[in-house]
């Protein structure tokens, strides 16, 4: 169980707390600034990510000092959590509404509108006080000629999306602004800002699922779709055996490997119950 869990899951899957979505923690003005000022400036963003290829050729000391400092405040601030589809589908299950919007990360790397991201809420969208913090927001790619709004989706429909998105290879994420107010859920690859950050620039902003996935090598016929498919390196084939293999330490247990699987050979297994995948977080490379 993570460490977000004992803190604000009350001994449950932090995420699956109703409480976490709830209205009042965005009356809080300091919270309702920070979605603003995150939201307002793509560039901004980019900046950031750039950034850290200076922090990475600095002395190993001196990464050793600022990473974790950085590190400790998203988990303050912005804290992104992996997510299987059934995770999102039992949070869909209690909140009351599902708001889809423009990608940050999308804009400030690719410059273009992909709608991965859906916003919560435990009010019917339109009483939903998130949207009327975006919306207020005036960012050009929020509100420009080329975006048509935020659009409010019902759950079954986002939940559908979901499905198509993941079939796409795209992750799903869950996010904190000002922990533990919990504003959405992302659908990532390596355009996402927390996903360079991670995967590429050994910082970590995104923690890995409470679950790591496991092949049945009976079952796999060696055809690669899941290597190609895992966003995080973690599945390796030997040509000798025609056979993949999952490497516990580097798997995040989003399951996209699972859904490329046509002989169904993978499976997501509870994190804890798999040593290697309970020890410690190891970045990226
Ligand atoms: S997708 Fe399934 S069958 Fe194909 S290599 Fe991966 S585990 Fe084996
Ligand atoms: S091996 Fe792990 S990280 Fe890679 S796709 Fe499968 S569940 Fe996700």
Excluded at 231 to 247: E, M, N, P, T, Y
Aim: charged share 25%.
């Amino acid at each position: 169980m993570c460490q977000f869990c004992h803190q604000h899951g009350e001994g449950k899957k932090w995420y699956l707390k109703a409480e976490n979505y709830a209205e009042d923690l965005l009356s809080d003005m300091r919270r309702s600034k920070y979605i603003q000022h995150f939201f307002r400036d793509p560039q901004r963003l980019k900046d950031r990510i750039d950034l850290l290829d200076t922090l990475n050729r600095m002395p190993a000391f001196v990464q050793a000092v600022i990473k974790p400092a950085i590190t400790n405040r998203m988990k303050k601030m912005h804290h992104g959590q992996v997510l299987p589809i059934e995770d999102v589908e039992e949070i869909f299950g209690f909140v009351s509404s599902v708001i889809r919007l423009p990608c940050i990360c999308r804009q400030a790397s690719l410059g273009t509108e992909e709608r991965y991201c859906y916003g919560l809420s435990m009010v019917p969208a339109e009483q939903s006080k998130l949207k009327e913090i975006v919306e207020a927001i005036g960012a050009d790619y929020l509100t420009g000629p080329d975006v048509k709004g935020l659009e409010t989706v019902p759950k079954e429909e986002a939940l559908e999306q979901f499905k198509e998105l993941e079939k796409k290879s795209l992750i799903h994420s869950v996010w904190t602004f000002v922990t533990p107010f919990i504003g959405g859920i992302c659908n990532c690859d390596r355009d996402c800002m927390a996903m360079k950050a991670t995967a590429m620039k050994s910082l970590p902003v995104m923690f890995r699922a409470e679950y790591a996935a496991e092949v049945e090598p009976e079952r796999c016929s060696g055809c690669r779709n899941c290597v190609r498919a895992c966003q995080f390196g973690a599945i390796s084939f030997s040509l000798a055996r025609k056979k993949v293999a999952i490497d516990s330490l580097r798997c995040y247990g989003c399951g996209v490997c699972r859904v490329h699987c046509l002989k169904d050979a993978i499976t997501l297994t509870d994190r804890r119950a798999i040593p290697a995948a309970s020890s410690t977080y190891r970045p990226l490379k």
